[in-house]
């Protein structure tokens, strides 16, 4: 995939996508649900980060899931159906079944946080919060720049005092230490005063003025509202079948799945659409706008 | 200057649904709802009430671009120090930062700090599943600094401040945060499995512990000097204490 053009549309709609399937890979634990969640997350990590999403699968997530489908069980000795006594505690079938769901569960979630942390990105998660809480969006957005800005000055205030001859690379270690400490407690002087001339500078520009406007980047164009439509009545449709019962199963005391139905094959091809909607829509950018693949 | 220094009325029907009705919502959803992750739904919807009224309260008092920019700058402090010594896992000044906050300008500024703190740091480390947790967990510690130090007549001792932070890091904020895990992982909710989760854990805990506190041991002084002069000297957090 050429370009990213979901990463484009508008945060309220970016938002609500990872929102909405965050929470829905946490909550069902209907074996379909946890295999199309999986597979779509898995797919479109790899889509977007190859290496480090398998590094990522390798190193993380699959001695994770390992590790929580041996502990359940052991742990958990609910269900009827008993595989074999481990020290005299019963295995069972039902708590196995767990294990291996939870572990999927728990697998895509973290699958789906690492898409939505490339895509989901500082300032689109500020701009949502624009209207509602301005003095947030304004603290977080604030942060955000201090932090490099900060960094920086530390290597600034390193180095002068380097030429003093107090640097941290010279001298005993608590001699070092003593520097250390002492650069960031110059650096916390230095972040506190300037936060004040920042401060009086913004109020000198009107900050905090009734009727100033505010600072917006992203546009929600009808290419968005399509989208947003689009994607309300598929999170709608897979909710209403929640509502329904169709995605939940029980573990214990014994498995019982609900009973398969034409509604639920429905809601099957709702959620992976859900799901795979990110990859759909860069499909359908990918031939619309740029000439195919 | 300010326009509405009241309580605006959306803000406060707001406040009421966030504070009361959606966590006693939710709740009765979990009680008469048949479902095996009920547990974690009613804590994440208890979660973001919780975090979201301090917000709501930080956002109601429209705070001056001083207090605004001062509370920026102790959480870029905060997050900055956990990227310094990123090759240390745990060993981060954040809950020292939050805790000094808490003491120095009131439990709803240490409140904002960690929870800010938390948010913002997952940016640069990536968030997960925890990151709620995480939030609540940072924020309680510097709420509860706030509540045991801010009206002490002397400033606490530093002894004190280290028994303080080594504790809440290991139990408030390891038990919240474990607790978390436990919710997310699935096990079942016994004590055995909790203290199965804790007992992975406290690795990461004991360092996070020891790391606040060498951090306040250290930066217990100067901070608090620095802070007490900012207020002096600029007249910071006044209105926190007129609300308090």
Redesign the interface.
């Known amino acids: 995939m050429k370009t990213n053009d979901f990463a484009k549309l508008h945060p309220v709609i970016l938002f609500t996508y990872f929102t909405a399937v ?1 929470l829905f890979s ?2 069902f ?1 209907h074996p379909v649900f946890l295999a199309i969640s999986f597979f779509c997350g898995f797919l479109w990590a790899v889509s977007l980060a190859p290496r480090e999403t398998l590094r990522f699968t390798l190193k993380c997530i699959l001695p994770l899931a390992v590790l ?1 489908t041996v ?2 069980p052991m ?2 000795h ?1 269900g009827l159906t008993v595989l074999l006594y481990v020290n005299d505690r019963p295995i069972t079938l039902e708590a196995c079944a ?1 294990g291996a ?2 572990a999927a ?2 697998s895509s ?2 699958l789906w ?2 898409c ?2 490339r895509i ?3 300032e689109k ?1 500020i701009s949502l919060f624009g209207r509602a ?4 969006s ?3 957005s ?3 720049r ?2 490099p ?3 920086a000055q ?1 290597r600034a205030i390193a180095e002068a005092q380097d030429g003093l001859g107090r640097g941290v690379d010279s001298g005993s270690l608590p001699t070092r230490a003593k520097n250390g ?1 002492k650069i ?2 110059i ?3 230095w ?2 005063e ?3 001339i ?3 500078s ?2 000198a520009r009107g ?4 009727g100033r406007g505010r600072f917006q980047i992203y546009r929600f164009d009808s290419r968005d509202k399509w989208m947003l439509t689009i994607l309300s009545a598929l999170i709608f449709a897979v909710l209403f079948g929640f509502i329904k019962g169709e995605n ?1 199963i ?3 005391p014994f498995l019982s799945l609900p009973p398969f139905s034409p509604f639920s094959f429905f809601l099957y091809i709702c959620y992976f659409l859900l799901c795979s909607y990110p990859m759909l829509f860069n499909a359908v950018c990918e031939v619309k706008y740029h000439g195919g693949f | ?3 509405n220094s009241g309580l605006r009325p959306g803000f406060s029907v707001l406040s009421v649904v966030l504070l009361l009705l959606a966590p006693a919502a939710a709740i009765l959803y979990g009680v008469y709802g ?4 009920k547990y ?2 009613v804590s994440l919807v208890i979660l973001a009430c919780a975090i979201l009224s301090f ?2 309260l ?2 109601q008092r ?5 207090d ?6 102790l ?3 905060a ?3 956990r ?2 010594f990123f090759m240390l896992p745990q060993f981060k000044p954040v809950a020292a930062v939050v805790i000094l906050t808490g003491v120095c300008l009131g439990g709803q500024a240490g409140f ?1 700090v960690g929870a ?2 938390a ?2 740091s997952n ?2 480390f ?4 925890n990151t709620p947790f995480q939030m609540f967990a940072f924020g309680l510690v510097g709420l509860l600094a706030g509540l045991f130090f801010r009206h002490a007549r002397r400033k606490p001792k530093k002894l004190f401040l280290c028994v303080y932070g080594t504790l809440s890091v290991f139990i408030l904020y390891g038990g919240v945060v474990n607790g978390g895990t436990l919710l ?5 909710l ?1 004590p ?2 909790y203290l ?1 989760v804790c007992a992975s854990g406290i690795p990461f805990d004991l360092t996070h512990a020891a790391a606040t506190a060498f951090f306040l041991f ?2 217990s002084g ?2 608090m000097e ?2 007490e002069r ?1 207020k002096r000297k ?1 007249g910071l957090m006044q209105r926190d204490d007129d609300s308090e």
């Open positions: 965050i946490m909550f634990m929580m502990i359940n742990i958990n609910a767990y769901a939870s569960m728990f979630v973290l946080f690492s939505s942390n989901m990105t500082a998660f809480a301005p003095s947030f304004l603290l977080l604030m942060v955000m201090f932090v800005r900060f960094k530390t400490m960031l407690s650096l916390t002087t972040a506190l300037n936060g004040v920042t401060a009086d913004m109020r900050y905090g003025l009734p939940s029980r573990y214990f | 200057m300010r326009k048949l479902d095996n992750r974690l739904l917000f709501l930080f956002e429209k705070p001056p671009a001083r605004l920019v001062t509370l920026a700058v959480c870029s402090i997050v900055a120090g990227a310094a904002l800010v703190s948010l913002v940016f640069f990536g968030q997960g599943p997310i992982s699935g096990l079942p016994t055995v499995s199965t250290v930066l100067p901070m620095k802070m900012m600029y």
